[in-house]
């Protein structure tokens, strides 16, 4: 069977372009390694990852994988660029991060493989990258465990995300190269909420992610108005 990979590889480049600093912290990588003792503590804080058998979606450097792995979960990361996929190898290599491994592989291909198969579910920073979010968002369904969390992470589309994500990161403060992200590919928290609940994950939880450009700090909140992140359940066999 020919299936379209649900993939833009322009997308795919600009990852690849630049995956050789996905482990500078100073880099254009900076806003991942600075959230992600963030999203760290409030994934462990919902879903404790000791033990647990997690798949993280669009990987990338594997920023979040390694650091799940370090918090002894049993992590796999997949994502569609190679590059990404190799500097995460090595990354977890040198720094001899012990249960993490990676793959090349679309959510959707991996959910026909192993279904039903992970505790728990990451995708974060990359449903506003895709041609079809909602097939992503079925197929992490499709991954997890019945009772397992799925927790997601993407950029709203409002005139004030527009101004903050793009005007503002991109163009003024410098922290993201510029064309990182399109406008009309973020998704709204009620367009995701409605993704969630076809694919039937319940949600549990919704953060929003806070930058103050003079501190430099990022925290949660509970505006989700820019960056936000969601935390869903799917039902428990029975329940
Ligand atoms: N989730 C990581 C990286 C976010 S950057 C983090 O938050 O730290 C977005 C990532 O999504 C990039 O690594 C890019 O290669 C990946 N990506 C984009 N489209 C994809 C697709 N269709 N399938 C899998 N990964 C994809």
Known sequence: MTQTLNVDPAELAKFSDLAHRWWDPESEFRP????????????????????????????????????????????????LSSKSLKVAQLHALEAQTPGVAYREVSAEALAAEQAGSFDVVTCMEMLEHVPDPASIVRACATLVKPGGWVFFSTLNRNPKSFLFAIVGAEYVLNLLPRGTHEYAKMVRPSELAG???????????????????????????SDTSVNYLFATRKAAVGA
């Open 32 to 79: 991942l390694h600075q959230i992600n003792p963030l999203r760290l503590e409030w994934i462990n804080g919902l879903a404790p990852l000791a033990g647990q058998r997690v798949l993280d979606v669009g990987c990338g450097g594997g920023i979040l994988a390694d650091a799940m792995a370090r918090k002894g979960a049993d992590v796999l990361g997949i994502d």
């Open 195 to 221: 993704h969630c609940r076809s694919a039937g994950l319940d949600l549990q939880g919704t953060r929003g992610m806070q930058y103050n450009p003079l501190t430099r700090h990022y925290w949660l909140s």
